[in-house]
């Protein structure tokens, strides 16, 4: 786990924060499967982590 949060951000921490973001945004769009809030929470996790500065 901490091989693929290093993989995904430049730092420790930023890399945690990533990840915790994709888990959390998986499981609560499975938990709320079917309806629009579930697209809306992936769409804005996807915004969360593809943002440029």
Do not use: C, N, P, W
């Not at 499975?30 to 915004?47: P, V």
């Amino acid at each position: 786990m901490a091989d693929f949060a290093e993989f995904l951000g430049d730092d420790d921490q930023d890399g945690l924060a990533r990840l915790s973001t994709l888990f959390g945004a998986l499981v609560l769009a499975r938990a709320t499967k079917g309806s629009e809030l579930s697209e809306r929470i992936l769409a804005a996790a996807h915004e969360a982590l593809t943002e440029t500065d």
